[in-house]
């Protein structure tokens, strides 16, 4: 049965992830909840590094126009996930290592392979992170750098479409893939007015933290297997085929 799904990721990967739910037989709608803003001519710190960790795509897209890529393209590169890892390897790394979907996934990986004597990490990042990994390394002994190349604006409204959709049970599910992505849907639900008459509505959720910040608004979640985005569309085909 075709499900009528709310994609809130960014730009540019709302359009992406879209026209997958299309490919799926879904209906997908479009309320992308964060903004990226790039920030430009902040430096990599990359002096004396030995590998660079990236947990967003949007922090690749920030590294393919900086003016140190080819200096960061020499390093190994831990990637949060395998998404992460293939536009890692589009960009031009050749060394990547691909962690299991999580920031907190990449630590053993990280002390597994690297040794704090050999030179920094460097967490090429936002602003807000959803895995604080500094504390965690700086303990492993490790020297810790995090450029911030872009940050995130959360939406301060939803579409009047969307509300509608929403209060109607028009919109029976929406995917949230990250701690802040579900943090705004829930706060924005609440201010529309529109948490009560969307009761029915299944949030389909990269991960517990990320279910975590709906469950609290009393929405209904539903936890991919694994924390990659083709695990929560299958999640949310089994769904669909039992309605």
Request: glycine residues 6%.
């Amino acid at each position: 049965m075709t499900m009528r799904v709310l994609v809130t990721r960014p730009e540019f990967d709302a359009t992406r992830e879209a026209e997958a739910l299309a490919a799926h037989g879904h209906d997908p709608v479009l309320a992308p909840l964060l903004a990226i803003e790039f920030l430009p001519g902040v430096p990599l710190d990359l002096a004396g590094a030995q590998a660079l960790i990236v947990t967003s795509r949007n922090a690749l897209r920030a590294l393919a126009a900086h003016e140190e890529l080819q200096q960061a393209l020499r390093l190994p590169l831990f990637a949060v996930g395998e998404a992460t890892a293939r536009a890692a390897r589009q960009l031009g790394f050749t060394e990547v290592t691909i962690g299991p979907g999580t920031g907190a996934g990449l630590v053993p990986l990280i002390r597994r392979e690297l040794h704090p004597e050999k030179g920094a990490l460097v967490h090429v990042a936002a602003e807000a992170v959803a895995y604080d990994l500094k504390p965690v390394l700086e303990e492993e002994g490790f020297t810790f750098r995090r450029p911030v190349l872009y940050r995130s604006h959360p939406a301060s409204t939803l579409p009047d479409d969307i509300v509608a959709g929403l209060a109607s049970g028009e919109i029976s599910g929406v995917i949230l893939l990250s701690p802040r992505t579900a943090k705004t849907f829930a706060a924005l639900a609440e201010r529309h007015g529109v948490l009560t008459q969307a009761k029915g509505l299944v949030c389909y959720c990269l991960s517990q933290a990320v279910a975590e910040a709906v469950t609290q608004a009393g929405l209904a979640v539903r936890v991919a297997a694994h924390p990659r985005e083709e695990d929560v569309l299958a999640l949310l085909d089994s769904d669909a085929s039992s309605l």
